[in-house]
């Protein structure tokens, strides 16, 4: 690793990401904001621009133009990756910045790509060809949980590939969660075929604290999904089922949304399960559908019938 004594100028991207992991601004993150910064950094170590690896420019020549083309590079993945991987080189650079290392942010120059306000939905149908899918391959078993979890208790996919066994109350079969983004506690049933599954979990995994983390242990250590490569494997099983492109696992909490909205669960009750403390945040996670007209048409149709 390079010091400052050394000389600023001698520094690289690989450095400044060594010095960034030592930071105060890294330890201080949650841990699974770690695990996705690590990943979105790595992919920005291994990046080739020109034929040139990005880790070994220095901080002095690393240009916007060629942040730039590195970005392209990543939208050839997919424009959630880029853009999630241009958001952690950013802080990085700003760090860089903060400390002396770097004088402008070549990271900051360019505009991403805007990702449209989702309303997808999956079907019943759909998330049985993927439970089915991934429950058939041991490999993607854990991936299939976290969607079934996620669909069940209307949870964010983040959430659930965190979660720990001291999480759950096996002896009452309720799921106890301190939601990572809202900070909302809530307690939620556990369904009788889903707590057999996570009784295996625990009978399989039990021996470390997270209960669906990867199946393959790295250097001995069981580590929780990345959202990149959940999204990866997930999109994976998704071709392996024959599903639709459209299709993404960030759906799977506003289809439960829809589905209790459809299904006539007053708002309060939907709002202790999703977490929600303001009903207008709700409403990104709901679906404008036929099913939802028509039933709100036809109960006004009888409003002020009894009278």
Not at 65 to 70: D, G, K, L, M
Not at 205 to 211: A, S
Not at 268 to 281: C, F, K, R, Y
Request: proline share 3%; glycine share 6%; charged share 20%.
């Amino acid at each position: 690793m390079v010091t400052i004594a050394d000389g600023v100028e001698h520094m690289n991207i690989n450095n400044l990401a060594d010095k960034y992991y030592l930071s105060n601004d890294f330890s201080t993150l949650a841990d699974k904001t770690k695990v996705d910064y690590r990943y979105c950094i790595g992919i920005l170590l291994a990046t080739k621009v020109d034929g040139k690896s990005v880790s070994g420019i220095s901080l002095t020549k690393m240009t916007g133009a060629i942040a730039r083309r590195s970005y392209e590079v990543w939208l050839a993945r997919g424009t959630y990756l880029a853009n999630a991987v241009t958001s952690v080189a950013r802080k990085v650079y700003s760090y860089g910045m903060e400390m002396g290392y770097a004088e402008t942010n070549p990271f900051s120059t360019f505009k991403r790509k805007t990702t449209h306000v989702r309303n997808t939905v999956w079907t019943k149908e759909q998330v049985i060809q993927f439970l089915d899918e991934a429950y058939a391959d041991f490999q993607y078993r854990n991936v299939g949980l976290i969607v079934q979890m996620a669909y069940e208790w209307c949870q964010r996919v983040g959430d659930m590939r965190m979660l720990q066994f001291s999480n759950i109350d096996f002896d009452n079969s309720v799921l106890n969660l301190q939601q990572s983004k809202r900070r909302s506690v809530v307690h939620l049933p556990i369904s009788v075929d889903l707590l057999e599954m996570l009784v295996q979990q625990r009978e399989d995994y039990g021996f470390q604290p997270y209960v669906v983390p990867h199946y393959k242990p790295l250097r001995g250590v069981y580590k929780t999904y990345s959202m990149v490569r959940l999204s990866k494997v997930g999109r994976r099983v998704m071709d392996m089922a024959n599903l639709p492109s459209e299709l993404r696992l960030m759906d799977l909490r506003r289809t439960g949304t829809t589905e209790m909205v459809e299904a006539g669960v007053p708002m309060g009750q939907i709002m202790s399960v999703t977490g929600h403390a303001n009903p207008q945040s709700v409403k990104p996670y709901m679906k404008n559908t036929y099913d939802s007209a028509n039933n709100a048409l036809t109960l006004r149709k009888t409003y002020g019938t009894s009278k």
